[in-house]
């Protein structure tokens, strides 16, 4: 049994920290559910009710909520990842393991604040883009580009710019959890930078004219996001500046099919 093949959320996070030996030690690969298992009502986006204003209680909790789902799929992933790919070498599978087990960390302070102010999970739904953005075709570059360097990157830009919409309501505790999120989160995108480019070397492959042409490759299975690129913090998880204006031209295509569609 793993994480992913339970419901509840709570017992999802104990069995994960219980499972670091089995996990590492795994010879052989394991099948993947279509979709990993909720307590809460699965949703396509473009279902889910309209939400309020960061200025009331429900707003903030809301936001929460979305981000718990979103700390909830990339704890998984971190999961899938060492699960579709045993053979991968150690250090990078331990490394893996310790930030699969900070995802964890983030979702239950999600979790928990959320409480705080008086709501639940499962108190809106939830949806599971994040992990149909992967597949068991992927190869482990392929993994890791859109895991960590195209989605927790995109989570980056996302959670600065939360961050100041927030600056101006009250909002102390959602604030510091955001916080908190968002710093630890440029680790996790440094650990995407960095292995890339072990495994480019591995392969004798160029990251430089790599990461360009595998995105055009990917892009048709990746969320579409339209969201401001952070250079700053891009910067500070390892991308580089050809990176970075690539990624600005692929918003700009989001943007621009999205406004074909408006007309």
């Known amino acids: 049994m793993w994480a992913f093949n339970v419901e509840n959320v709570n017992e999802k996070i104990n069995l994960l920290r219980r499972q670091e030996n089995q996990i590492l030690e ?7 559910p279509k979709l990993p298992a909720r307590d809460a009502l699965i949703l396509d986006f473009k279902s889910h009710p309209a939400k309020k204003g960061f200025s009331t209680p429900e707003g903030q909790a809301r936001m929460l909520h979305d981000l718990a789902s979103i700390e909830l799929q990339a ?9 579709e790919f045993p053979e991968a070498p150690l250090p990078f599978r331990e490394e893996l393991w310790r930030l699969t087990v900070s995802e964890s960390e ?27 953005a992967v597949s068991d075709q992927d190869s482990l570059i392929d993994r890791v580009v859109i895991v960590h360097r195209y989605l927790e990157g995109s989570g980056l830009d996302a959670g600065d710019t ?19 999120i968002n710093d630890e989160e440029v680790g996790h995108v440094m650990f995407g930078s960095n292995w890339y480019r072990k495994f480019c070397f591995d392969e004798n492959l160029n ?8 995105m055009v490759k990917l892009r048709g299975v990746l969320p579409k996001r339209i969201g401001q690129v952070n250079h700053e913090l891009r910067r500070r998880a390892g991308f580089t500046e050809k990176e970075i204006f690539y990624l ?13 569609w408006k007309v």
């Open 26 to 32: 795994l010879k052989e690969r394991v099948q993947m």
């Open 75 to 83: 704890m998984e992933l971190g999961l899938r990842t060492l699960l």
């Open 106 to 132: 983030h979702l239950e302070m999600c979790l928990n604040e959320i409480q705080a102010m008086g709501f639940n999970w499962g108190d809106w739904p939830v949806n599971c883009g994040l992990w149909t």
């Open 162 to 180: 939360l961050l100041r919409r927030l600056a101006g309501v009250d909002a102390k505790g959602v604030q510091k959890v955001l916080k908190i």
């Open 207 to 214: 990251p430089e004219t790599d990461f360009t042409a595998r």
């Open 248 to 260: 600005e031209r692929l918003r700009e295509s989001f943007l621009e099919k999205e406004s074909v």
